[in-house]
């Protein structure tokens, strides 16, 4: 783990790394809804994990466009 990569390189890497997030966010999202009736923990524990990915999303969009916090996804 010792590669050496430039601004534009890490950049890209970063916008996969947001869009991942972004649809990971969705994914657990759409999940925690479908399991509401059914299963409360099962949506209690999508409902934390698309915290965590909101989370991971609004940092990345920090890196990338700073001052921008204040969005929502």
Do not use: N
């Amino acid at each position: 783990m010792t590669d050496v990569v430039d601004a534009g390189e890490l950049l890209r890497r970063i916008q996969r790394a947001r869009a991942c997030a972004r649809e990971e966010l969705r994914s657990w999202r759409a999940r925690s809804g479908e399991l509401e009736r059914d299963d409360p923990d099962g949506a209690r524990e999508a409902r934390v994990r698309g915290l965590a990915y909101e989370a991971v999303l609004r940092i990345l969009d920090e890196i990338v466009t700073p001052g921008r916090t204040g969005v929502r996804h």
